[in-house]
Nanobody, 120 residues
Framework: QVQLVESGGGLVQAGGSLRLSCAAS????????LGWYRQDPGKQRELVAF???????NYADSVKGRFTISRDNAKNTVYLQMNSLKPEDTAVYFC??????????????WGQGAQVTVSS
């Protein structure tokens, strides 16, 4: 069994910073793309950022220059450093991983979600 466990999140004032972490565990052979998504109630889940196993990154226009995604391959962990937070960044943030297991299956995993609330 492979799973993702998120940590971080919380309540912060506008202009503040938060860091999210997401660790993968289980029968993992390799982790390909890692990403962060967010979702407001009543809205579709949207991509925030992703990072490939070669380290290439991509960001939503709304977070460019403020958020940084990174990964620690030795720890099977992905991070999202969020700076200069705005009230419109308030959402539940989900990590996502495309994992190849030791039994050679490819699975698309989601974390349990972390609430980020930015007050004005």
């Amino acid at each position: 069994q492979v799973q993702l466990v998120e940590s971080g999140g919380g309540l912060v004032q506008a202009g503040g910073s938060l860091r999210l972490s997401c660790a993968a565990s289980g029968s993992i052979f390799s982790i390909n793309r890692l990403g962060w998504y967010r979702q407001d109630p009543g809205k579709q889940r949207e991509l925030v950022a992703f990072i490939t196993n070669s380290g290439n990154t991509n960001y939503a226009d709304s977070v460019k220059g403020r958020f940084t995604i990174s990964r620690d391959n030795a720890k099977n962990t992905v991070y999202l450093q969020m700076n200069s937070l705005k009230p419109e960044d308030t959402a539940v943030y989900f990590c996502n991983a495309l994992v190849t297991t030791k039994s050679w299956s490819t699975v698309n995993l989601w974390g349990q979600g972390a609430q980020v609330t930015v007050s004005s």
